[in-house]
């Protein structure tokens, strides 16, 4: 599956919006500071980097 998720237009680096994998392609998510969210099915990404950093102190 291809997505286009770092356009480079016109010499530019663009992060766009990533499609929505429940809805396909056609179906952007919407780009939040720390998530992506899809209006349509309500999909989220968290994008906060976890997987490693768990410290709760
Ligand atoms: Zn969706």
Not at 30 to 37: L, N, Q
């Given at each position: 599956?291809?997505?286009?998720?770092?356009?480079?237009?016109?010499?530019?680096?663009?992060?766009?919006?990533?499609?929505?994998?429940?809805?396909?392609?056609?179906?952007?998510?919407?780009?939040?500071?720390?998530?992506?969210?899809?209006?349509?099915?309500?999909?989220?990404?968290?994008?906060?980097k976890e997987?490693e950093?768990?410290?709760?102190?």
């Open positions: 599956m291809k997505t286009d998720k770092y356009g480079t237009k016109d010499g530019k680096t663009e992060v766009e919006n990533p499609t929505c994998p429940k809805c396909g392609e056609g179906v952007l998510l919407a780009v939040h500071e720390d998530r992506k969210h899809c209006g349509k099915c309500g999909y989220t990404r968290w994008e906060n997987d950093e768990e410290n709760e102190e």
